[in-house]
Structure formats: structure tokens, C-alpha cells
């Protein structure tokens, strides 16, 4: 299985999956795709020795764009790890049930356009929330509207900022994240 992983950001989850599966005899990061030449995400996959490539949102919708760079790596699989974006169809038609996101939430809340990141985090503060978590779902056209493959929770304290928020949902992507891809890949 040869994985690609999609990013936007700083990629502590993206260096997380490469490392766990750096040893793996059956799972190997192949490829890891920005939309910004300034994800610190493409730095952690060069240092691990990951090829990257660089795909702004303008020529994301080009499928002569971006299919040959997949098929040139080979890619099985893609995992979005902080990847903004919305994924074009034709990719979603290209990999059915081969592409899967992390959410910051629970979701249906917290999910749909403008949904990402802290501002996740300050809508389960303003919401009043006693738990959130995060969410691995198949992707589809709907924004965070694929099927739900796994759940995670923490609680939320009413003395939790944003910030506190945020550090208990890193936890459990750190912990379960490139788990969930295991049973994926084994299934």
C-alpha cells in the first residue's frame, strides 16, 4: 500500500503517520502534497527522507495535474492530514473509499465550510460542549459528509480555552490517528 498525504499546515499528524509506518513491510508514505510551498508539513517529510510535491488550490482542480503525479508515485491510498481544500470529484472517483480525512470534532457538530482547525476549537467553547474529539471519515463531495469510520472523545472542562481544547484533540490524533489507518489497511 502506497499512501499519500495531503496537507496545509505544520503536519505533526503527517509526520506522526510517516514514522509510524516507516517500518511497516506492507505500508509505505510515499508522497506528501501541499497547497502551500510554506507548510512546515513539507519540511518534516523531507527530513524523513518522504518525496513532496507542491499542488496550489488554482491546479488542485486539474485532474492533468495531479493524477500523474499520483500514478507517478504509485499511490494506493490518500490521507488528508490538515489538508483545507475541498477534494475535487474526479480525485473522489478516482480513489473510491481511498481517501479519508481527520476532523477535529465530533462530527455532524462542528463539521462543513470554515470548520477547521481552532476555529473547531472556539465553536465547542462557544457551544458550551461537555466532550469533543476527533473524527477519521471516508471523503465525499460533502464537506466532512463522509461516512464516519472512527470516534474518538475527550472531555471539555468549562474552565477549557480554545488552546486546551486544541491540546486534548492533538492528543488523540497523535494516539489514534495512524491506528485507524492500520485497521484500514489490513481490511
Not at 18 to 38: C, E, G, W, Y
Not at 147 to 158: K, L
Request: hydrophobic share 45%.
Amino acid at each position: 500500500m502506497r499512501i499519500a498525504i495531503f496537507v496545509s499546515g505544520s503536519g505533526t499528524n503527517c509526520e506522526n503517520i510517516i514514522r509510524h509506518f516507516s517500518t511497516s513491510p506492507t505500508v509505505k508514505t510515499a508522497l506528501v502534497v501541499s497547497n502551500r510551498s510554506d507548510a512546515y508539513a513539507l519540511v518534516r517529510a523531507e527530513r524523513l527522507g518522504v518525496p513532496t510535491a507542491i499542488v496550489p488550490r488554482a491546479r488542485l482542480s486539474d485532474p492533468q495535474e495531479v493524477m500523474p503525479l499520483l500514478q507517478a508515485h504509485g499511490i494506493d491510498f490518500i490521507v488528508l492530514a490538515g489538508f483545507l481544500p475541498m477534494v475535487p470529484d474526479y480525485l473522489i472517483d478516482a480513489f473510491p473509499r481511498r481517501i479519508v480525512n481527520i476532523h477535529p470534532a465530533l462530527l455532524p457538530r462542528h463539521g462543513g465550510k470554515g470548520m477547521w482547525g481552532h476555529h473547531v476549537h472556539e465553536a465547542v467553547k462557544a457551544a458550551g460542549d461537555t466532550e469533543t474529539g476527533i473524527t477519521v471519515h471516508y471523503v465525499s463531495p460533502v464537506c466532512d459528509g463522509g461516512e464516519i469510520i472512527a470516534q474518538f472523545s475527550c472531555p471539555v472542562a468549562p474552565d477549557d480555552t480554545p488552546d486546551d481544547i486544541a491540546a486534548h484533540v492533538h492528543e488523540l490524533e497523535m494516539a489514534h490517528f495512524p491506528e485507524v489507518l492500520d485497521r484500514l489497511f489490513e481490511a
